[in-house]
């Protein structure tokens, strides 16, 4: 099973407290952003190289995750 803190960090003195990819200051919201727009996920590690294709692929996974969950209603309660 993934754990988010083996690939997501979140600390108020980086990027005011944006979720990042773990050991780097890259928001994990720009790989959706690129993807929304129809970058590669292989474009997206060539322009942020300090991310690692495991951690973007995993951020992916746990994404998927959230939003099929069958809790989502908590989720998105306890979100909003």
Avoid: C
């Amino acid at each position: 099973m993934l754990n988010v803190k083996d690939y997501i960090s979140i600390n108020n003195e980086v990027l005011g407290g944006q979720a990042v990819f773990k050991s780097t200051r890259v928001p994990v919201e720009s790989l959706f952003w690129h993807l929304e727009r129809g970058v590669t996920l292989d474009q997206f590690l060539a322009d942020f190289p300090t991310v690692t294709k495991e951690q973007a692929v995993a951020v992916i996974e746990i994404a998927g995750k959230i939003v099929t969950s069958k809790d989502i209603e908590k989720l998105y309660a306890t979100a909003a």
